[in-house]
Each structure stands twice: as C-alpha cells, then as structure tokens.
C-alpha cells in the first residue's frame, strides 16, 4: 500500500506536468517581457496612446486615471494626452477632487513629460 506522501508527491508531479495541446510555460530569457514589449513597439492609434497616458501617469502619480479628455499628434509623431485623474476621493462622489494633467509621449509610448493643468470639483463645468 502506498503512504499518503508518496501518493501526494505522485499527484503534484502529474499536475504540473503539461496537458495535451498546452505549452509548458516558458521560462524568462535575455527577451522582453509582453509588458516592456508593448512600450518598445509604436502607438498604433489615439485609443493607444490614450490607454498607454493614463496607465504611465497612474503609475508615477498613484492616482487613479477616470479618462482622457483630449489627444494630438504633434508633427513629429509624438502624442499629447490630456487625462482626467482623481485626487481625491469623497462622499458624495461630487465633492471628489479631479485634476486634469497633460502628458507627452514618444511614438514608442515613452513617457516624455506630464503636467498638472487645473484641479476640480467632479461635476463642475468650465466656465
């Protein structure tokens, strides 16, 4: 009869063997990951370079990003985004504080330089 262990070590090593059909998962090498593969290739779109302003500015700010309310193509190919980020969160959700920044990236998707433009009360409009 076989002990409790032999036969738990015995079903680990069938579970992480690959299934018909299944790559093994591959193991890092000298390549980029899918991440850092993404900012490396060109922004295909103005949806692209708005998704790639929120998620950079996000990151380095550590707020979250609501939108984008504007993005340009400059003549060399690089892109200005103007997103819309919550400062600070508040009850009722109107009383929140947004701030809009514009952000400039590469055509690679590098972040080049960002900016605070205005503060807000959610829910205010421009004058």
Do not use: F
Request: hydrophobic share 30%.
């Amino acid at each position: 009869m076989e002990s409790e262990a032999a036969t738990a070590e015995r079903r680990s090593a069938r579970s992480s063997r690959p299934r018909a059909g299944k790559r093994a998962p591959q193991r890092e090498s000298g390549r980029a990951s899918g991440r850092e593969s993404k900012r490396a290739s060109r922004i295909a779109n103005a949806e692209d370079a708005a998704r790639r302003a929120a998620a950079s500015l996000s990151g380095l700010i550590d707020h979250p990003a609501e939108g984008s309310s504007e993005v340009s193509r400059g003549e060399e190919g690089n892109w200005r985004v103007c997103v819309d980020v919550v400062e600070l969160r508040r009850i009722p959700d109107t009383m929140s504080l947004m701030a809009t920044y514009e952000v400039d990236l590469g055509q690679d998707g590098d972040l080049l330089g960002y900016r605070r433009l205005r503060r807000y009360h959610r829910g205010t409009a421009d004058a």
